[in-house]
């Protein structure tokens, strides 16, 4: 991995802790100078005045690497856009950005309040797009650039309580897609990763049972380091020439991946279908291919390699 991304410049958001810190280690070590992004706040987003941005500066930079903190909100347009200027006034360019900022505030359903599915969206959705999108004229000018999300199996499969961050990474794979369609003629990827880690936000699932207990103990077993080498391959030349539009896993040493949305069975009628007809005839015929809701803790059920 040593110089495998020599000379580039990488934006990492959320990088104080877990994910983020990893990546953005991986990221310098590969030769990458950094900008470490991580306002210190809690998973819920409230303020924690820690400052965990400059403790992995200086991990870096005592590792003989290049890095900057920053400290900026990723969930506006303006302080999104100054994340990307610190790059650019730092290092003079940028060449990736790897969205992983992001909160929860978690509630069932019926009893989520607005004021919390609106603020996981900011941040967790928006910022990712403001960032991208602050980053994207940098990457059209130079010919190159890539984008990496951190997106969540619960999205992508399910997870109870969530629907405000369900919805907000599941949007980050639309919008990851889109930006790999748009900007490819720029030499620009874009690709997801769903990472199976032990962080702070995993660590607020509640334990009120013996097989809760269970799956917490086997869930810190994921080491969130793992996830950062896979960030890094995306974002090198050899990765960009590999790989776009893609949404990836990474459960320790297993790296999956996700299929894409693609119709599966079709069936037509001439003369149009009635409601009845639907019911008595395609349902009946659609149902074998039906998959009901489900946890990602009940696909991925076993222990991680």
């Known amino acids: 991995m040593s110089g495998m991304l020599e000379g580039k410049v990488v934006v990492v958001t959320g990088a104080g802790r877990g994910v983020g810190r990893g990546a953005a280690l ?73 969205n ?34 602050a980053a994207a004229p940098h990457f059209k000018d130079q010919g190159a650039g890539a984008y990496v999300h951190m997106t969540s199996s619960a999205a992508l499969i399910g997870n109870m309580g969530q629907a405000n961050y369900m919805a907000s990474k599941m949007g980050l794979v639309g919008l990851s897609t889109s930006i790999s369609i748009d900007m490819q003629k720029f030499g620009v990827t874009s690709n997801c990763i769903a990472p199976f880690a032990w962080t702070r936000m995993v660590g607020t699932i509640p334990v009120n049972s013996p ?51 693609r119709p599966i069975q079709i069936m037509h009628d001439g003369d149009g279908w009635t409601c009845d007809a639907i019911i008595d005839r395609v349902m009946p015929a659609f149902e074998p291919n039906f998959l009901p809701p489900a946890m990602s803790r009940d696909i991925f059920s076993w222990d991680p390699v």
């Open 26 to 98: 991986m990221a310098a070590n590969a030769g990458a100078s950094v900008v470490v992004n991580d306002l210190g706040v809690s998973p819920g987003g409230e303020d924690t005045g820690e400052a965990p941005a400059a403790s992995v500066v200086r991990e870096i930079r005592d590792a003989g690497g290049q890095a900057v903190a920053n400290t900026e909100d990723v969930g506006g347009w303006k302080s999104a856009s100054a994340i990307i200027e610190c790059a650019i006034d730092t290092f003079g360019r940028v060449d990736a950005v790897v």
């Open 100 to 133: 992983n900022a992001g909160i929860l505030q978690d509630a069932i359903f019926h009893k989520m309040e607005p004021e919390s599915f609106e603020r996981v969206l900011q941040v967790n959705l928006a910022g990712p797009f403001y960032l991208s999108r």
């Open 211 to 261: 097989e809760q207990q269970a799956r917490v103990e086997g869930l810190k077993k994921l080491d969130p380091n793992k996830v950062g080498t896979l960030a890094v391959a995306l974002i090198s030349d050899a990765g960009r020439a590999a790989a776009n539009g893609q949404v990836f896993g990474v459960r320790n040493n297993e790296i999956y991946l996700f299929s894409k949305n």
